[in-house]
């Protein structure tokens, strides 16, 4: 049976939207993924919908007030947690906020990245495949398949 872990990732644009705020994971030695760069979300609580998780996540994370949001699709990550855990993730990207974000967090530093430049940071294999779709101008959404196996991707799909 699939019984995936809902998340919620969403990826926080500059006021000129030429850069994307990331946590640079690199506080937590046994964090499972340490050394990469993420956008900001986790894992959805039972008393809230996936709008609500992503804008309570960016509020813990970076201390932001997300005023303009969009939900750009989902990932179904079968496989990816340490112990081969199932995610399904809901991304969006926040085109406005209020307040000014955290330097840093539990999880890492928050850094701002240039839009150009994700693709050449440390990230997960995934990413890189569907990163390009949350931040394209197609205004439909995306619906990723990325199965991992011990920490790599084995297939990628989308639709929209």
Same mark, same amino acid.
């Given at each position: 049976?699939?019984?995936?872990?809902?998340?919620?990732?969403?990826?926080?644009?500059? #006021? @000129?939207?030429?850069? /994307?705020?990331?946590?640079?994971?690199?506080?937590? #030695?046994?964090?499972?993924?340490? =050394?990469?760069?993420?956008?900001?979300?986790?894992?959805? *609580?039972?008393?809230?919908?996936?709008?609500?998780?992503?804008?309570?996540?960016?509020?813990? &994370?970076?201390?932001? @007030?997300?005023? @303009?949001? !969009?939900?750009?699709?989902? /990932?179904?990550? $079968?496989?990816?947690?340490?112990?081969? *855990?199932?995610?399904?993730?809901? /991304?969006?990207?926040?085109?406005?906020?209020? =307040?000014? $974000?955290?330097?840093?967090?539990? &999880?890492?530093?928050?850094?701002?990245? @240039? !839009?150009?430049?994700?693709?050449?940071?440390?990230?997960?294999?995934?990413?890189?495949?569907?990163?390009?779709? !949350?931040?394209?101008?197609?205004?439909?959404?995306?619906?990723?398949?990325? $199965?991992?196996?011990?920490?790599?991707?084995?297939?990628?799909?989308?639709?929209?």
């Amino acid at each position: 049976m699939y019984q995936p872990i809902i998340g919620t990732l969403g990826f926080v644009l500059s #006021k @000129d939207h030429k850069k /994307v705020l990331l946590v640079h994971r690199n506080k937590r #030695k046994s964090d499972h993924q340490l =050394g990469k760069y993420n956008g900001l979300g986790g894992k959805l *609580e039972t008393h809230e919908d996936v709008l609500q998780g992503m804008k309570r996540e960016i509020l813990e &994370e970076a201390g932001i @007030d997300c005023t @303009d949001i !969009v939900l750009r699709g989902t /990932v179904n990550w $079968p496989g990816f947690g340490p112990n081969g *855990e199932h995610w399904l993730g809901f /991304v969006f990207l926040i085109k406005e906020f209020s =307040g000014t $974000p955290f330097t840093s967090n539990h &999880e890492g530093d928050l850094v701002w990245v @240039d !839009v150009l430049d994700i693709s050449n940071l440390s990230m997960w294999e995934g990413d890189k495949y569907f990163i390009p779709l !949350v931040l394209d101008a197609d205004p439909r959404p995306f619906h990723a398949y990325i $199965p991992y196996k011990n920490g790599k991707v084995v297939d990628f799909s989308f639709t929209r």
